[in-house]
């Protein structure tokens, strides 16, 4: 490894984990069920960022980080061999306040409906989706946090989004949405 300055290196360490660390949280929380968990992933990811020149990881830190964080997640899950759901205690924290008590909760509940049919979507869906919406990422982004190709996430997207608006609505025909 290359010399680096130790206090340059530790102010960029810590400017990336009070940029990345509630997302990546959120983000582990999702993909394993147990935010205890997703906590201990998190702070793997970044015992490896601190190991990592900063050049290794210029242009890219978001992707390098997620990626690192799904990998580390995926390997607690083949360990456990289990996915647990989130408690609706956990959904509800997840949730945006809205302006006012009418708002927030048609919001909440439409909220809930929503996650509980993220939920019955494929994990490939699922995870995808939570990459576009929950963290901003663009499809290449995706592309290779996942290993999916960008066509395989758009298209993931695509029928995840088609899937959801399906079972939000209940068949109900395009003029009855309004």
Request: include cysteine.
């Amino acid at each position: 490894m290359a010399e680096r300055s130790e206090p340059e290196h530790g102010v960029w360490v810590r400017e990336a984990v009070a940029r990345f660390e509630g997302p990546l949280t959120l983000y582990a929380s999702r993909l394993l069920g147990d935010a205890e968990a997703a906590r201990d992933v998190v702070q793997d990811t970044f015992l490896r960022l601190c190991t990592q020149d900063r050049a290794s990881t210029d242009g890219h830190l978001a992707e390098w980080l997620f990626t690192v964080c799904r990998n580390r997640a995926l390997d607690v899950l083949r360990k456990e061999h289990r996915m647990t759901q989130l408690s609706d205690e956990q959904v509800n924290r997840c949730l945006s306040p809205a302006p006012g008590p009418p708002e927030a909760a048609e919001r909440r509940d439409l909220g809930v409906k929503v996650l509980a049919l993220l939920d019955s979507l494929p994990v490939n869906q699922r995870e995808v989706l939570r990459l576009k919406f929950q963290n901003g990422f663009s499809y290449q982004e995706i592309s290779r946090i996942s290993g999916h190709s960008v066509s395989n996430v758009g298209y993931l997207i695509h029928a995840g989004i088609k899937t959801l608006r399906g079972q939000l609505f209940d068949g109900q025909p395009v003029e009855a949405r309004a």
